[in-house]
């Protein structure tokens, strides 16, 4: 999880695990690891919600009890500060959710895992099917 939050491959901490701002390269460019089993979905954004608000909650409330300041301070330092903060959490969070699945195994790491496929087409078998 550190590495990728440090934006490196999981597998040797050596190359970059981004393309762009959020696209996971499909392969480590130092070790060939393939990244691109990777299922973060909606996961980086609600951690860095969660995170973001923490901090930014906290420094409110602190600013509100200790200065007092007027409702469109307020406005002015803690929006900039949500978006700026929420643009420089997503990238690591996403890394580390990423190194998170690579540790564990899940969604195609695992070498030793058949690959699964899902026909939609194809019948249940006969033992799966519920009886009524």
């Known amino acids: ?10 597998a040797c901490g050596g190359g970059s695990m981004f393309a762009r701002y959020l696209k996971v390269v499909d392969d480590c460019p130092r070790c060939g690891e393939a990244l691109h089993h990777h299922r973060a979905d909606d996961a ?14 906290g420094l409110v409330l602190f600013v509100e009890m200790a200065y007092r300041p007027a409702l469109w301070v307020h406005g002015l330092l803690w929006l900039p500060l949500t978006i700026i903060l929420a643009v420089l959490f ?12 690579w540790a564990l195994l899940m969604h195609g790491y695992d070498p030793n895992a058949e690959e699964e496929t899902i026909d939609a087409f194809e019948p249940l078998p006969e033992d799966s099917r519920a009886r009524g």
């Open 1 to 10: 999880m550190l590495r990728g939050a440090l934006l490196r491959c999981p």
């Open 90 to 101: 997503l990238p690591p969070v996403k890394g580390a959710l990423v190194g998170l699945q």
């Open 44 to 57: 980086p954004p609600y951690f860095t919600i969660f995170i973001v608000g923490h901090i930014v909650v």
